[in-house]
């Protein structure tokens, strides 16, 4: 489970965030969607614990952040548009580089096990600056998944992927949700991605204009619910 | 304590093994430290006194300035794919990536320490009358001090648009005491003066390189929020 408590982040006059609060259950599959400069992206920052509210408190199970952030640290994995992956490095320096930083047993297993996953053990060898832009964001699912996290963040992960990318990752997200990992999507697309979709957020000037489950949800729907809300 | 140097060292080696493959940084530092060494040996006459007086200045000025060179790039390698963020990410504390981070710019600021000191005998004949190993010494502190606020400002700049102009600027005034104190020491060392008579000037090395070792351990948390 994801908590946010009354979260608020300014930038200079801007209130990027007006007191948001949301809570997202174990298993649940969340997407965020917004126009640009809604706060989506700030809102994942600061659930993830990479960037602190200005005001507000992030739980995750029942812990707070404040003083267990390095301990709740550990239960979370990112998938953003950036790789987060060094191009001097090979992809599997790159995953022993972050299986160490998360403390993953049985790490050399644990790396040929998400690189099966991804498809690149044939390249597990070869520097990352050789690599495609559908292969860096398979190589960056694998990253985002050496220490299996139990919480997902994902920020516009389909950017720039290729039909097989874009594929690999609806199977992965898929296979994420059968093994109950609470997953938060950020996203501006309507179409992929959405088919395991349980949620939808529509975050407009800093606030959730709009909260809603995806089931019973009809063809066309989020797009009038989407627009309506951020017209308004 | 076990988990921290862990993390440290999974930091530098990563640092240096992404140098070495892209051999970025000590390129052009050693190159850098040599093309001042050979202009200087030219604009001057090596065997004059006068060499002899402006040498131990013109040894730390030529590392500063190429260090330099290679504290802009230490945070730059992080920058790229916002490998930053994904370090941040992970349950490891800032203080960690500044030591990992300024262990792995001494190392590389030692490589060319060894490359180049041995050619300052060779192109100005110079001879040291005092202890070698004090001097190895007073170089390793002084190196230590200027790699330890370096990496902490490089860090400030590291964000900026014009960080590669910005970081000299804001680092030297910080760096006058341990610079002076070092060629200070190395002055005396050169000229084979007894250890009482540099002392004080070692003494303040040390104390700089503790100042520059705690302050930012306390206010690295800072620098690293992501926005």
């Keep these: 489970m994801i908590e946010g408590i009354n979260l608020s982040k300014t930038y200079g006059n801007r209130n990027v965030l007006r007191d948001i609060s949301l809570m997202i259950p174990k298993g649940e599959f969340t997407a965020v969607l917004g126009p640009n400069g809604a706060g989506k992206s700030t809102l994942l920052k600061i659930l993830a614990l990479i960037s602190k509210p200005d005001s507000g408190e992030v739980k995750i199970g029942k812990q707070s952040f404040v003083n267990l952030k390095g301990e709740l640290k550990r239960k979370i994995g990112i998938l953003s548009h950036s790789s987060f992956l060094y191009p001097e490095l090979t992809a599997y320096e790159n995953l022993r580089f972050y299986g160490r930083l998360y403390d993953v047993r049985h790490l050399e297993e644990q790396i040929i096990s998400v690189i099966k996953k991804v498809g690149l053990l044939l390249a597990l060898n070869e520097p990352v600056y050789t690599f495609s832009r559908g292969m860096l964001q398979r190589l960056s699912i694998a990253r985002a998944l050496i220490h299996s996290p139990e919480v997902i963040f994902l920020d516009e992960p389909f950017t720039g992927l290729d039909q097989q990318g874009i594929s690999l990752l609806q199977d992965v997200l898929k296979d994420l949700k059968s093994s109950q990992k609470t997953i938060l999507m950020v996203t501006h697309s309507f179409e992929q991605g959405m088919e395991d979709i349980d949620r939808i957020l529509i975050i407009n000037k800093g606030q959730i204009a709009a909260d809603f489950p995806t089931e019973n949800l009809q063809s066309g729907d989020l797009k009038r619910i989407y627009f309506e809300k951020v017209a308004s | ?227």
Aim: glycine share 6%; aromatic share 12%.
């Design chain 2, 1 to 227: 304590m076990g988990r921290a140097l862990a993390l440290i060292t999974t930091i530098i080696k990563k640092d240096l093994v992404s140098e070495l493959r892209a051999k970025e940084s000590v390129v052009t530092m050693v190159t850098f430290s040599v093309l001042i060494l050979v202009l200087f040996s030219m604009a001057f006459e090596p065997s004059r006194e006068t060499v002899r007086e402006i040498l131990p200045g013109l040894i730390w000025m030529s590392l500063i300035f190429s260090g330099i060179l290679g504290l802009n790039r230490t945070y730059a390698r992080e920058r790229f794919n916002d490998c930053l963020i994904g370090i941040l990410s992970s349950p490891i504390a800032p203080y960690h990536i500044y030591i990992g981070k300024a262990a792995s710019s001494l190392v590389q600021l030692f490589i060319v320490e060894i490359i180049t000191f041995p050619l300052y005998f060779v192109f100005y004949d110079l001879e040291i009358d005092g202890s070698l190993g004090i001097l190895l010494l007073t170089m390793l502190l002084g190196s230590v001090g200027f790699i330890l606020v370096g990496t902490f400002l490089a860090a400030l700049t590291s964000s900026l648009r014009s960080k590669e102009a910005l970081l000299p600027v804001i680092l030297f005034p910080l760096l006058v005491p341990v610079l002076l104190a070092s060629i200070e020491a190395t002055s005396a060392i050169f000229a084979g003066l007894t250890l009482n008579q540099y002392l004080p000037w070692l003494k303040l090395i040390l104390v700089y390189d503790l100042v520059f070792l705690v302050v930012p351990l306390l206010l690295f948390d800072y620098l690293m929020e992501v926005d």
